[in-house]
């Protein structure tokens, strides 16, 4: 395990090296007669190895139907962590800066790309009439803003006291009563009720959530389980290279405290390639996928064209007609909302 971070800071690093931050280290390493090529190599073929198993382990889920929603999502650890920093969710400039500060880019590609699928009706709430789940939502913190744009929003997440400080916030604002709802669960045992169940919702938002799933097929099934057809399912995530290892988690967590250390487990990261192959064998078409950079000096995210770090994804739930026929979801017109 050790031997494994120890390659993925070293992999991390010479990326860093080839972009002229290291070049100390890679001097150093030079001399000592390391060699970075032969490292390289043997990362990328077991890389190569462990994509090939996994796909071949996702084909005989799909072929075999046993995707289904009963299995979990939830990695208990994770909503240990999450209990522990409850109370912090709307502080600023503490443990979740990078979360508010990410707002910036996320609320306008959801508001965005949902605008090019459903016209606004109500100037001012741009997303009046829309459904939106947000996943995973903890102090609501992107269910707030979607909320203010019109969109009627229910936030659902594991961790009770998060809710609670969610609904909290949201009461103090008499604008949001009305649009902004909060459930203590998870994604499968929603979409599994009856009240909320399936094909629901307009748009599911699950921001930040992935790389902390138990099961991300599972989420996935679940995903498709409650939206309409035609809805929109949009992650931001954070991928899985030895950049993301370094910069996300060394960086990130253990040298600037960016955000509390071991909040992340590198080995949940999920590559765009991966995410989108399991996005379209559960009934799903993405339309864009796009990288996204924080600057920690300037507490603040760029679009970026690399994916190499963190990510945005949208994509399009087909209807079983557009899944059949083989269909592009731009031939479809997305179901309008009332
Ligand atoms: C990094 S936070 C992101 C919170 C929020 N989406 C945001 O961006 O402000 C991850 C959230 O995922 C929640 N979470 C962890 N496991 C989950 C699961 N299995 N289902 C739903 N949410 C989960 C955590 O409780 C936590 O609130």
Redesign the pocket.
């Known amino acids: 395990m050790y031997t494994n971070k120890f390659g993925r800071l070293m992999l991390g690093l010479h990326f860093l090296k080839t972009t002229a931050v290291c070049g100390v280290v890679h001097w150093a390493a030079g001399r000592s007669g390391f060699s970075w090529t032969a490292v390289c190599k043997q990362r990328t073929l077991w890389l190569r190895r462990s994509t090939c198993r996994e796909m071949e382990r996702r084909s005989l889920l799909r072929h075999t139907g046993s995707q289904s929603a009963s299995q ?4 208990p650890d ?2 240990r ?3 522990s920093l409850a109370c912090k ?1 709307w502080d600023e400039q503490g443990e ?1 800066a990078a ?2 500060a ?1 707002n910036d880019l ?1 609320v306008p590609f959801i508001r965005d790309n949902l605008l090019n699928l459903h016209r606004a009706r109500h100037p001012g709430k741009p997303l009046a009439g829309l459904k939106i789940l ?10 707030e803003p979607l909320g203010r744009l019109g969109a009627k929003v229910l936030g ?4 009770e006291n ?1 809710i609670g400080t969610a609904q909290l916030h949201s009461s103090f604002d008499p604008d949001l009563c009305e649009r902004v709802s909060y459930q203590v669960c ?3 045992e929603l979409s599994g009720g009856e009240e909320e169940g399936v094909g629901h919702f307009d748009a599911v ?5 992935v ?4 099961d991300v097929e599972t ?1 996935a099934f679940c995903c498709s389980q409650v939206l309409k057809p035609g809805g929109s399912l949009f992650i ?1 995530t954070m991928n899985k290279t030895n950049l993301s290892y370094v910069l996300g988690i060394v960086v990130a967590e253990q040298l600037l405290h960016i ?1 509390p250390s071991g ?1 992340h487990d590198w080995e949940k990261f999920i590559s765009p390639v991966d995410l989108e192959r399991l996005l379209e064998s559960t009934g799903f078409s993405v339309q864009s996928v796009k990288g996204m950079l924080y600057n920690p000096l300037l507490r603040a995210w760029s679009w970026s064209d690399s994916t190499a770090i963190n990510y945005a994804l949208h994509a399009i739930k087909l209807s079983k007609q557009a899944e059949d026929s083989g269909l592009h979801p731009e031939d479809h017109t997305a179901e309008t909302h009332s």
């Open positions: 979990t999502t939830v990695d994770e909503l962590r999450f209990q969710w979740f979360l508010h990410m996320r947000d996943v995973g939502c903890g102090g609501g913190l992107l269910t659902i997440d594991p961790v998060s998870t994604l499968e938002v699950a921001s930040e959530v790389e902390h799933l138990a989420f931001t955000v909040t």
